[in-house]
T-cell receptor
Framework: GEDVEQSLFLSVREGDSSVINCTYT??????LYWYKQEPGAGLQLLTY?????DMKQDQRLTVLLNKKDKHLSLRIADTQTGDSAIYFC????????????FGTGTQLKVEL | DGGITQSPKYLFRKEGQNVTLSCEQN?????MYWYRQDPGQGLRLIYY???????QKGDIAEGYSVSREKKESFPLTVTSAQKNPTAFYLC????????????FGQGTRLTVV
């Protein structure tokens, strides 16, 4: 099957860095994404990376892609209480790349 | 304003009844998706549609049905065959593949009693 796996919980102190990890299974995925979900709401795209890239940086966010190990990570620098949410990685796969599959989600809790 | 709308936000049904969840978008997006969200299991893909009058099963399609008669609309029917229908359902749309962002509705929480 096409499982995208993440650890369920992560707790960090405000100001520290957070690293959220994801393992995907479809080596043909061309794009990988990170989405954020606030409580009781839908998801919003944070960033994405093309499969021929190793790293992408966008302000406080750094995405690392290890295609050989099918491992994706999201690093949030200087984590704030407003970053507390569920973070999902996702991949585009299938014919035309239109099948969008999400991971299990990681709940990030930021403590003072 | 452009967006994607799901209705209703909360829905209660008796066991054995079919129920249809609405999803409408005015973003002119080609692709639309239905996901189910359960605690600890993330988002699981039920059905998706890449174009009008075409749709594909996702990973957990059993007990669900969809239609895509109009570009703007992608209703999901939860049938009585779905063994565990109580969940939070999310609809999404996006322009196409690649870098295009998926936009999500606010979700429908279905409770079957």
């Amino acid at each position: 099957g096409e499982d995208v796996e993440q650890s369920l919980f992560l707790s960090v102190r405000e100001g520290d860095s957070s690293v959220i990890n994801c393992t995907y299974t479809d080596s043909s995925s061309t794009y990988l994404y990170w989405y954020k979900q606030e409580p009781g709401a839908g998801l919003q795209l944070l960033t994405y990376i093309f499969s021929n890239m190793d790293m992408k940086q966008d302000q406080r966010l750094t995405v690392l892609l290890n295609k050989k190990d099918k491992h994706l990570s999201l690093r949030i620098a200087d984590t704030q209480t407003g970053d507390s949410a569920i973070y999902f990685c996702a991949e585009s796969m299938g014919k035309g790349g239109n099948k969008l599959t999400f991971g299990t989600g990681t709940q990030l809790k930021v403590e003072l | 304003d452009g967006g994607i709308t799901q209705s209703p936000k909360y829905l209660f049904r008796k066991e054995g009844q079919n129920v249809t969840l609405s999803c409408e978008q005015n973003l002119n997006h080609d692709a639309m998706y239905w996901y189910r969200q359960d605690p600890g299991q993330g988002l699981r893909l039920i059905y998706y549609s890449q174009i009008v009058n075409d749709f594909q099963k996702g990973d957990i399609a059993e007990g669900y049905s969809v239609s895509r008669e109009k570009k703007e609309s992608f209703p999901l029917t939860v049938t009585s065959a779905q063994k565990n229908p109580t969940a939070f359902y999310l609809c999404a749309s996006r322009k196409g593949q690649g870098t295009s962002e998926a936009f999500f509705g606010q979700g429908t929480r279905l409770t079957v009693v």
